[in-house]
């Protein structure tokens, strides 16, 4: 991951509308570095269209959002993989499309032994279940050197087991002194963990 010195985000009075309809208005709050914010709400509240937002991918009405040192990863609801390629492909290919360069070897072989993947490396993507498949995009989000992470429903198609790998990766991010946003239904207390309750 690279440094996090003065990593942090800011969101000021922020609205977004979706399909005509106002989704959330005056929505304000700050994550610094080593901070987890958990996005939790009924469904239509807006989680979604936020974390698009802080990630640029969505249209804001008004309001603003400032980022500092950040360079950001991205897990949406689908998991960005392509089929034909390996779990490990997928993640250089990944990196080269997110920051023009390889990933390094060492991080990849580690992002996919957290979540147990290493056995899986040089699998087509499309010979794997749904749990394996999110298990890979979630590991191309931890190879990836970003010091800031959006994840919505990470814990999608997640068992137990891989509930705990990914506990366990964000622990060692935030603790490095990255930052982690998550839309999700699910609990994931961790240390460092924080809540936004958006309403519907």
Avoid: Y
């Avoid at 087509?124 to 994840?151: C, D, E, F, H, K």
Wanted: charged share 20%.
């Amino acid at each position: 991951m690279a440094a996090a010195v003065g990593l942090s985000l800011e969101v000021t009075d922020l609205a977004c509308r979706r399909g005509g309809r106002m989704v959330f208005d005056h929505i304000s709050f700050a994550v610094e570095g080593g901070e987890f914010l958990l996005l939790t709400g009924p469904n239509g509240s807006g989680k979604t269209t936020l974390l698009r937002a802080l990630a640029r991918l969505g249209r804001t009405e008004s309001g603003t959002i400032s980022w500092r040192g950040a360079d950001i990863a991205w897990l949406g609801h689908l998991d960005g993989l392509k089929g034909d390629l390996t779990v490990a492909e997928n993640i250089d290919v990944a990196e080269r499309l997110r920051s023009g360069r390889l990933p390094d070897r060492a991080r990849v072989n580690e992002a996919l032994a957290a979540f147990d993947l290493s056995s899986l490396a040089s699998r087509a993507v499309r010979t794997l279940s749904a749990g394996q498949r999110r298990r890979a995009a979630l590991a191309r989000v931890a190879a990836s050197l970003s010091n800031a992470w959006l994840l919505d429903e990470p814990l999608n198609a997640l068992d137990q087991t891989a509930q705990g790998c990914l506990r366990k990766v964000l622990g060692k991010h935030l603790a490095l002194g990255g930052l982690a946003i998550a839309a999700t239904h699910a609990s994931i207390d961790i240390a460092g963990t924080r809540r936004l309750e958006l309403a519907a």
